[in-house]
């Protein structure tokens, strides 16, 4: 196994306000690998961010070892650090005036003199950002005028252009459309592999860090963290220790959240994908059981039960009620 | 850019053409540059008024539409300006303690010269300045010390408001046409003094062009790029106290250059980067206090406007047609 990028041993993390201080978390071990995607999930307010923030140098750690490439994070300064870390935040920026090259052209910053001059190399570099992002049409429009998803684009461009070996992101895939969220992390995925970029990405998207997250990071509330390959976690059914709550389990079966209901005590025959349907829609509706078996028929659809026959599911629910 | 070099080449000529005696402009060049004036009256008018004030127009200008710039970048906000941070109240409430409280306690009854306006104005500048920095050193947000700013002029506005109260007619009409504003009346000492201040104030600008194009996307992208936030504060506090102060105490408060001359660079040259903006700012401003100020001298008649009165009724349509028209958050 390659060597990590980044590694924490024993990180404790806290807020200091006042006389008062609150601590997050403690005694966190992890380690980010070189060219893969990992995903960082865990509950709101678990501490996701403040990791992130200790990660990026702003935070000092209460205890233990944050390590970027062999040297310990508070260590570096803040434009050696620019040079090894590019960020995707959820502050909204405001610039609308900039266009799609300015912005992604900013990603040089670290990079440059005092006047902000751009070299031929540096704008090279630019570009290859805006090809690799698909946006090189896209050049010259203003902020402004850009879809959210083609934004979140932009910034992860920008954030190509920085030209780091590590990137993090922080809920890119928020107030996306479910096309866009798919699209954003299969670009990331393939950066993973094609730029060699060792990326961590911070998210909700559950559904969509298992279809596309090489690691996956599970964090807990006053708890340690879960690390490990993608589907290691669900074959062992560590994702499941995300809800504390028993209302909701992850079913590995079927790779999706579900609502923890009474199961359906019923025969059902037919398809599977069909079957699976019609048990979701029935324990939605809190019906738990029906008297005798169901069968279900393909092209055309038909549910036929007792003596009936049913040309769809809301008809069928009608008559159990 | 060049275009707009021409067009303040042109405004610089007529407002030293304009004036209750009309010069026209190959009378203006023809001494400038050949030194053959048709009458020596002529000669001493241009020299000796019309050319410092021309002068510090474009100082003023300059000074008020960069510091102006660099508030509303820094605190992302498009309607910071030289009298956010307070700068202005500043040079105000010294002039104020020169004037009105002079006439009070009778330490400053009638010689009341530029310079101890100026001094008077750089002092109270200068103070609030320090105040502010001191609160800019404890507090991280920018937000924050927006606000601290803000209530800053006001307390001092309070305190102005008090010593106006208490004051003789004499001195509080004094005060009152310090606070209108005046470009001219200004020596060619003061005016050397006035442009060594600003280039001195122009100088952290240069050094932080790179450093305000990453802030356009906030604080923490900025400083996730390497750039220095904290010392980029300082040089903004600096800068912009040193331009916007003096400005302040050598001319008085002029309104409204400082807020929408950057905007109408922005909308000009349609762009958010500093390296276009700082000198489209610069020109923009220098033109906008020419022109305004040769439409204040009333051409042909002996009686001029404050300058504050004439940015104000150029400056507020302006603004207003801009909050209305565009949409800040998107253009800015």
Redesign the interface.
């Known amino acids: 196994m390659k060597k990590s990028v980044i590694s924490g041993s024993y990180v404790r993390l806290g807020y200091q306000k006042g006389g008062q201080s609150k601590e997050i978390f403690q005694n966190l071990h992890f380690d980010l690998l070189p060219g893969q995607l990992t995903c960082l999930l865990g509950p709101n307010g678990v501490g996701k961010t403040t990791l992130v923030k200790a990660i ?1 140098g ?1 935070l000092p750690l209460w205890d233990g070892k944050l390590v970027l490439q062999d040297r310990e994070i508070s260590n570096y300064s ?6 090894q ?3 995707v ?1 959820t ?1 909204p ?6 266009t799609v090259g ?2 992604v052209s ?2 040089r ?2 990079y ?6 751009l070299s031929v190399k540096d704008k090279q570099i630019v570009n290859q950002a805006m090809e690799l992002t698909h946006l090189i049409e896209l050049k010259d429009e203003r902020l ?1 005028e850009l879809s959210d998803g083609q934004r979140q684009k932009a910034m992860i461009a920008r954030a190509l252009a ?1 030209d780091a070996p590590i990137m993090i992101l922080d809920e890119p895939t928020a107030h996306l459309d479910l096309v866009n969220r798919f699209e954003i992390m299969q670009l990331l995925h393939g950066l993973s592999r094609t730029q060699d970029k060792s990326i961590l990405v911070i998210t909700h998207d559950l559904d969509i860090a298992l279809e596309t997250a090489d690691y996956l990071w599970l964090l807990r509330k006053g708890q340690s963290l879960i690390a490990g390959l993608t589907e290691d976690l669900i074959l062992r059914g560590k994702v499941n220790e995300l809800f504390p709550s028993s209302s909701i389990r992850f079913n590995s079966d079927r790779g999706k959240m579900e609502l923890d209901r009474p199961e359906v005590k019923v025969e059902v025959n037919g398809d599977e994908s069909q079957v699976s349907w019609l048990l979701n829609a029935m324990k939605k509706s809190g019906i738990n059981a029906a008297t005798s078996p169901i069968f279900l028929e393909k092209e055309p659809f038909c549910i036929r039960y007792e003596e009936f026959e049913f040309q769809s599911i809301q008809e069928f629910l009608a008559y159990l009620y | 850019m060049l275009g707009a070099g021409m067009v303040l080449v042109i405004s610089f000529l007529l407002n030293v053409s304009l004036g209750s005696v009309s010069i026209s402009i190959s009378q203006v060049f023809e001494g400038l540059f050949f030194g053959e004036w048709s009458r020596d009256s002529l000669r001493q008018i241009l020299v000796n008024y019309r050319l410092p004030k021309a002068l510090v127009a474009i100082l003023a200008g300059l000074g008020l539409s960069i510091s102006g710039l660099q508030m509303q970048t820094f605190f ?1 906000n498009p309607l910071a300006g030289p009298y956010v941070l307070g700068i202005s109240s500043g040079a105000g409430f010294g002039v104020a303690i020169l004037i009105l409280a002079g006439s009070i306690f009778g330490f400053a009854s009638h010689a009341v010269n530029p310079w101890a306006i100026a001094i008077a104005g750089t002092l109270g500048a200068g103070l609030i300045l320090v105040l502010v920095s001191l609160v800019a050193w404890r507090v991280k947000d920018s937000m924050t010390l927006l606000i601290v700013g803000v209530m800053f002029g006001a307390a001092v506005s309070a305190i102005i408001s008090v010593l106006a109260y208490f004051s003789g007619a004499e001195a509080l009409k004094l005060y009152t046409i310090w606070s209108m504003g005046s470009l001219g009346g200004l020596g060619w000492e003061q005016v050397w003094m006035m442009m060594g201040v600003v280039l001195v104030g122009l100088f952290p600008v ?6 305000f ?2 802030l ?3 604080e ?9 936030t904290t010392r980029l504060r300082w040089w903004m506090i600096l800068s912009a106290g040193l331009l916007s102060g003096v400005v302040t105490a050598f001319c008085g408060p002029v309104a409204f250059v400082g807020i929408a001359v950057p905007h109408m660079a ?1 909308i000009i040259w ?6 276009v903006l700082f000198p489209a700012s610069a020109l923009c401003g220098a033109v906008l206090l020419l022109l305004c100020d040769a439409l204040g001298q009333l051409p042909g008649s002996a009686q001029s406007l404050p300058i504050n009165a004439v940015t104000s009724l150029i400056g507020a349509p302006l603004v207003i047609g801009l909050v209305l028209k565009r ?1 800040f ?4």
């Open positions: 990026l702003k803040q434009a050696e650090l620019s040079r870390l590019a960020v935040l502050e920026v405001l610039a609308g005036n900039m300015q912005l900013l990603g910053t670290p440059l003199g005092w006047s902000g001059y402004s920085q | 992302r240069v050094f932080s062009i790179r450093a194009n990453a356009l996307l906030g923490s992208y900025a400083s996730s790029m390497g750039v220095n922005r349609k762009t958010a980067d500093h390296r949409n958050s998107k253009d800015f």
